[in-house]
């Protein structure tokens, strides 16, 4: 049974940062898609950011030179360091895996395998 297991959600203050990491258990994700989506309440889920197995990445916009995504295919686990978090960063954060693609991927039908998600809550 594959598992998606996040960890490092918290509460934080504006300005903080924070780090969420994901492990993975029952199949290996070192040839295949990871990435990061957040929902924040009353809204739809969204992308955050993407590693390709060769580790290329893109991120959305709203988090782009504040987030960072990376892998550690050894440890089967993808991490999030979070920087300069604001108020609109709060919201559930789900790592994700594919199961059939290898390169960057922002859709969430792309993915196959996903965690139970970790909050993430930024406080003024």
């Known amino acids: 049974q594959v598992q998606l297991v996040e960890s490092g959600g918290g509460l934080v203050q504006t300005g903080g940062s924070l780090r969420l990491s994901c492990a993975a258990s029952g199949r290996t994700f070192s040839s295949n898609t990871m990435g990061w989506f957040r929902q924040a309440p009353g809204k739809e889920r969204e992308f955050v950011a993407t590693?390709?197995?060769?580790?290329?990445?893109s991120s959305s916009d709203s988090v782009k030179g504040r987030f960072t995504i990376s892998r550690d295919n050894a440890k089967n686990t993808i991490s999030l360091q979070m920087n300069s978090l604001n108020a609109e960063d709060t919201a559930v954060y789900y790592c994700?895996?594919?199961?059939?693609?290898?390169?960057?991927?922002?859709?969430?039908?792309?993915?196959?395998?996903w965690g139970q998600g970790t909050q993430v809550t930024v406080s003024s």
């Open positions: 590693i390709s197995s060769g580790g290329s990445t």
């Open positions: 994700a895996g594919s199961g059939r693609y290898y390169s960057r991927r922002s859709r969430p039908n792309d993915y196959d395998y």
